[in-house]
């Protein structure tokens, strides 16, 4: 009985502080640049800011990345994540500032694009993409697939993917380029705004 009641209890804190959180967010501009990580992210979170009265964070919550393995899989684990966590995460985050925009430049939160949407529709999201072949020349280099990789370091296609059932018998080149092509793929399904990291960074050399 007590353990019910504590549980209880601690389910009304949670409910309360996300409601909180959701009404925060209503009095700010919010934006979400998701896309594959070696994308650019890190490089734009440090551009925008730079930006008077705006917080921008690069992948800020170190939970975002179990969570984005749950999320390629499951949509309802993706709403899950955001609306009942992440969602308070962000606003302990950014309330202590005074600020009227807050964004983040995250590749972890690439698959949490439709829960962004239907938690905080008022969000702008918008798909980063850079060059296939420079992604997967950066990734390579990195423990992606790798002995031991696991987690989102080992993604792995769903059942519904023509890959599925040969996985196994690609090499660690072939399983990079696909996650590159599932990670713009899916972004591309559930945000249609996007940004070519070449057409920013061209557009900063030349102004």
């Not at 992948?59 to 684990?77: G, L, M, R």
């Not at 980063?128 to 031991?148: C, K, N, P």
Request: charged share 25%; hydrophobic share 45%.
């Amino acid at each position: 009985m007590l353990r019910d009641w504590i549980l209880k209890m601690l389910h009304r804190t949670e409910t309360a502080r996300n409601a909180q959180a959701r009404d925060w967010f209503r009095t700010i501009n919010t934006f979400f640049i998701l896309g594959m990580g070696r994308s650019g992210t890190n490089f734009l979170a440090d551009l925008l800011g730079r930006c008077p009265d705006t917080l921008v964070y690069h992948e800020p919550i170190k939970e975002d990345f179990p969570a984005f393995v749950e999320a390629h899989a499951s949509p309802a684990a993706a709403l899950r994540y955001f609306a009942d966590y992440r969602l308070a995460r962000m606003q302990e985050l950014a309330q202590a500032h005074d600020i009227r925009n807050y964004g983040e430049v995250n590749s972890a939160l690439r698959y949490h694009a439709g829960a962004i949407r239907q938690v905080m529709p008022a969000a702008r999201l918008v798909h980063l993409v850079r060059d296939g072949r420079d992604v997967v020349r950066s990734v390579m280099e990195r423990r992606h697939y790798t002995a031991g990789a696991a987690g989102h370091h080992d993604l792995h296609p769903l059942p519904s993917d023509s890959l599925y059932g040969r996985w196994d018998k690609l090499s660690r080149f072939e399983k990079v380029c696909w996650l590159w092509a599932d990670a713009n793929r899916r972004l591309a399904e559930d945000v249609p705004r996007w940004l070519a990291f070449e057409q920013l960074v061209g557009c900063l050399l030349y102004t």
